[in-house]
């Protein structure tokens, strides 16, 4: 199983980025996926998920600003992120929700001014 994250940067604060996460190795259309993101010195935490069947949910503090979405013939998870923050900054990864896979390669995501 590969899970390959990529679309991360450094922009400012307000801008945007789309994170893509192409899996590999599994009946990717079967499973729920998430996003997680791992700040400086902070737990990992999941900030959406995307059910088989399309439902999102979303941390708190994203909602209204990311989105998540699937294209299962891409076997692909996007995370599409606006308004920007200081505190979105942290490196990026995608699993399903339970963390049932081994972790990928991250992608850092750096929001300064």
């Known amino acids: 199983v590969q899970l390959q994250a990529s679309g991360g940067g450094l922009v400012q604060p307000g801008e945007s980025l789309r994170l893509s996460c192409a899996v590999s190795?599994?009946?990717?259309?079967?499973?729920?996926m998430a996003w997680f993101r791992q700040a400086p010195g902070k737990q990992t935490e999941l900030v959406a998920r995307?059910?088989?069947?399309?439902?999102?949910n979303y941390l708190d503090s994203v909602k209204g600003r990311f989105t998540i979405s699937r294209d299962n013939a891409k076997m692909t998870v996007y995370l599409q992120m606006n308004s920007l923050k200081p505190e979105d900054t942290a490196v990026y990864y995608c699993?399903?929700?339970?963390?049932?896979?081994?972790w990928g390669q991250g992608t850092q995501v750096t929001v300064s001014s």
């Open positions: 699993n399903t929700p339970l963390r049932t896979l081994h």
């Open positions: 190795g599994i009946v990717f259309s079967i499973y729920d």
């Open positions: 995307i059910t088989r069947a399309g439902t999102t």
